[in-house]
């Protein structure tokens, strides 16, 4: 499979619409990213003004934001990024409360809130803390697979695409697939259930990839190379570390994913963000959820299920 397009302009950056000051919130790294490649395009064009942004951001995000190349401050508190907003940009993640705290806070003062889903599942749940729903004014997708689950999620609600600057980006980084590269990228991500059993769900299918390498028809002298999220700490998997057959298994040094996949003939896992990555950097992509888990939820058909491998 050869490395697909991705279309993206400047001009189709959601910031453009949005009124200013604009407060962007995030916590999560996947939205954190999308918004981050959009910021980057617009300085790049020379298309930002002072106090045009008001950045709160915690966990993941500010660590990305550590490394964007925009001398742009942060605010000391969310209220500080929502007064005076004309508009709140925020991610949907999972890690923390404080997008969900940002779209309440908008709401309660009358600002218009616009949030960017960055994946393919889970999308009420996303809104959704101690029992409390907040969705906000619209929601942003950048894709048309997540057009189309957003639009069936939200009924009456607007939802826009916009083009994935930061898949493009990623993929414009990676180069092309050649014979010399045989390696696999495990993308690790945390999961949310452990389908009854005692151990954690991303252990589940790491465990059940690992005890079926040899359905993926390797030569001998493979390593498999673990990244965990960013949400994650390394620490967590280096128990899993050592050597199955003639398979090294390590832990992944790469100082982006783009370089990290650029290794790889293979990028496997449960359904992370990074799958899609792969395949559009012309990667073979499989999941490794196993046959007791759910079916992974990426609605892009090239795919591979180990599950189905396994027979």
């Known amino acids: 499979m050869g490395v697909r397009k991705i279309s993206s302009t400047m001009q189709d950056s ?27 395009e617009l300085a790049c064009a020379g298309k930002i003004a002072p106090g045009q942004w008001r950045l709160f951001l915690e966990g993941p995000a500010a660590t990305l934001w550590k490394q964007v190349p925009l001398d742009i401050p942060c605010c000391d508190t969310l209220t500080d990024a929502l007064s005076g907003a004309g508009a709140l940009l925020s991610g949907t993640g999972w890690a923390s409360t404080l997008e969900h705290d940002a779209r309440r806070l908008a709401r309660k003062r009358g600002i218009f809130s616009s949030a960017v889903i960055d994946h393919w599942v889970n999308y009420r749940e996303r809104f959704v803390r101690n029992g409390e729903t ?30 994935n600057a930061y898949l493009r980006q990623i993929v414009e980084s990676i180069p092309p697939l050649t014979p010399d590269i045989k390696d696999i990228l495990y993308a690790l991500e945390p999961i949310r259930d452990s389908w009854g059993r005692a151990q954690g769900g991303e252990f589940q299918a790491l465990t059940y990839f690992l005890e079926n390498l040899d359905k993926l028809g390797l030569q001998g002298g493979e390593v498999v190379r673990l990244r965990p999220h960013p949400s994650e700490s390394p620490e967590k998997y280096f128990s899993s570390l050592g050597r199955v057959g003639q398979v090294n298994i390590e832990m992944s040094t790469a100082a982006s994913l783009g370089e990290a996949i650029g290794q790889a003939r ?34 892009h058909a090239e795919i591979l299920s180990l599950r189905d491998m396994v027979g």
């Not at 639009?151 to 083009?163: C, D, H, I, K, N």
């Not at 792969?278 to 609605?299: D, F, I, N, Q, Y």
Request: aromatic share 8%; glycine share 6%; proline share 8%.
């Open 266 to 299: 293979w990028v496997v896992g449960a359904e992370t963000f990074a799958m899609v990555v792969g395949l559009e950097a012309g990667r073979k992509v499989m999941s490794t959820l196993p046959p007791w888990a759910h079916r992974c939820r990426l609605p």
């Open 134 to 163: 907040v969705l906000p004014d619209e929601i942003v997708v950048t894709d048309e697979y997540a057009l189309s689950i957003a639009q069936r999620s939200f009924a009456g609600l607007a939802v826009r695409q916009r083009p």
């Open 14 to 40: 959601v910031l453009l619409d949005l009124p200013t000051p604009l407060a962007i919130v995030c916590h999560d790294a996947g939205a954190a990213n999308i918004i981050f490649a959009w910021m980057r």
